[in-house]
């Protein structure tokens, strides 16, 4: 038996009969990764995406309310249905099997107390309604389909069925409540002076007003499909690692209560790839993962130069299997910093797309559509810079942002300058960025890899080296050795104390309620 299917060994005796019966020992792969949760609704969420995509680039033209509906209202992923019953005599278990009409259509999302009167049901079969625009309601609960029977007990007709979906627009709008005093939130937050910064950039290019109140169709096009995926979903996966890293630092012991945290990484991961990326650089996806493959085209950064994938994913797909590992054995702050590394990593292709578009405005003079494509990474990434030197954010702002009358006039080399000046504070490299491909190896003029300059040499004689290597030597080794232990041992008992601490405050907080977590369907 393999270590993973000993490990869901280990947990099914904790579990209620019906989660035994949708446990499987095996789940979809998301691009190289194996998940240990069944996050498979998680990663229809770039079918949305899809969708909204191609609500855009119809022959006739965008079609932007289409494409409003699906970013609002969902359609492929999350799909659940909050139901009005007659108050019940008796509780309800949290995944019990509900049935109506003797087809078995889903489980129950959480536990209902006697006397309620709304149970919340995940659906397994087919139900795609929402914003899509076709839908399929063949696996859906109805007012005339008889009577709802969960786990055996009959409840009743419903009187009211609402089906809800996971939205591409959940994922800021619900920001403020699920990330506040998140690492990498909280200075996008600053930055932007609110929780929905992403959902209020997309419906500014769905509606044609505040950012984009002076874009052309071109430009709102390229302001809300870059900006749903790698702004929206971006700062989501990073949130699904840190409600991992909290859930885990909960204390829960192992085996019963390894599934939260795992759970929460694999959506992460569902998040980050999709459910249409087969990975190695083939063009079939919509969210992080096929950025970063299609960037590396472009700056020679993948596996083989510009072909074959690209080393970014390579990495990620690398840590965040390590950190699966780790949370799987309960390794709660060693999570910490794989999160961090994946999130300088998932920075690269947003400098690389917002350069690539930096040239294309400020080098070859093209207009609006490359505009709004600069405009959308760039904005996807200045809080990060930002937070590293406002000066050089300010540069990158006042040439790139949607918003500026005379796009890129202070020249190329100065933007891309500004972005290199930050690279060491991002924990990204010259070499991870690469340089603007014509073709093969060469590299557009101006547009090349920067280098790191190295730091100057001091001549020393023989005999001075000589004298003072040994010295040298055993004085660097020793003091290298002392505040190695030192420093490890305070940064991980700070590290401990600090996310204890916010576990803590995310498991309860005024009033005794959840922070963090809501009950909103859109998680």
């Known amino acids: 038996m393999s270590a993973k299917m000993l490990r869901v060994a280990l947990l099914l005796p904790t579990l209620g009969a019906s989660a035994q019966d949708a446990r499987k020992l ?103 309604e929402g914003g899509l625009a076709v839908q399929d309601l063949s696996g859906c609960f109805t007012l005339g389909g008889g009577n709802l029977i969960v786990a055996g007990s009959n409840i009743g ?23 506040m005093g998140q690492e990498f939130f909280v200075p996008y937050r600053a930055y932007y002076g609110s929780g929905d910064y992403a959902n209020q950039r997309v419906m500014a290019g769905l509606d044609g007003d505040g950012i984009c109140s002076s874009c052309d169709d071109a430009a709102r096009m390229e302001i809300v499909k870059k900006t749903t995926a790698y702004m929206n979903v971006w700062m989501y996966v990073i949130r699904e690692m840190e409600d991992a890293i909290f859930d885990c630092q909960k204390g829960c012991a192992l ?27 083939t063009a079939d996806g919509s969210l992080l993962h096929q950025l970063a493959d299609k960037r590396c085209e472009n700056f020679g950064t993948c596996v083989s130069g510009s072909t074959g994938g690209s080393k970014v994913n390579q990495e990620i797909l690398r840590q965040f299997k390590l950190a699966q590992d780790k949370l799987l054995k309960g390794k709660c702050i060693e999570v910490v910093p794989i999160k961090r590394r994946i999130v300088e990593l998932m920075s690269v292709p947003l400098v690389q797309g917002a350069l690539r578009y930096a040239y294309k405005v400020g080098e070859q003079g093209q207009g609006s559509k490359a505009q ?69 190896t060469e590299y557009y003029d101006k547009a090349g890899p920067c280098t790191v300059p190295q730091p100057t040499q001091t001549t020393v004689t ?62």
């Open 26 to 128: 095996s789940y979809d792969v998301l691009a190289g990764y194996e998940p240990s949760t069944d996050v498979s609704q998680h990663s229809y969420i770039d079918k949305d995406q899809k969708e909204l995509e191609d609500n855009l680039k119809k022959a006739g033209g965008p079609d932007w309310a289409a494409a409003k509906a699906i970013y609002t209202k969902g359609g492929n992923s999350g799909a659940a249905a909050v139901m009005t019953v007659a108050a019940l005599g008796a509780d309800l278990p949290k995944g019990g099997t509900v049935e109506q009409n003797g087809t078995n259509l889903g489980y129950m999302k959480k536990a209902a107390g006697t006397g309620a009167t709304s149970i919340t049901v995940t659906y397994t079969g087919t139900c795609r």
């Open 157 to 179: 007709v419903p009187t009211l069925v609402t089906n809800k979906y996971r939205t591409l627009a959940g994922f800021s709008t619900a920001a403020e409540t699920k990330m």
């Open 255 to 281: 085996p019963s209560c390894n599934d939260d945290p795992v759970h929460a990484w694999d959506e992460a991961v569902a998040f980050y790839a999709g459910s249409l990326e087969s990975g190695g650089g």
């Open 372 to 440: 709004a494509e600069g405009a959308a990474f760039s904005a996807a990434i200045l809080p990060r810079v930002a937070a590293c030197d406002p000066s050089k954010a300010a540069v990158i702002a006042n040439n790139m942002n949607i918003e500026v009358a005379s796009k890129m006039s202070s020249g190329f080399e100065e933007v891309k300058e500004a972005f290199e000046a930050t690279y060491a504070c991002l924990g990204i490299t010259c070499e991870d960025v690469g340089g603007l491909l014509v073709t093969g």
């Open 462 to 523: 023989k005999t001075e080296e000589a004298d003072s290597t040994l010295l040298g030597l055993v004085c660097v080794v020793g003091i290298i050795l002392v505040c190695t232990m030192v420093g490890v041992a305070v940064f991980f008992r700070l590290r401990a104390s600090k996310y204890q601490k916010m576990a803590e405050g995310f498991a309860i907080g005024a009033g005794g309620s959840p922070v963090g977590k809501t009950s909103e369907l859109a998680v």
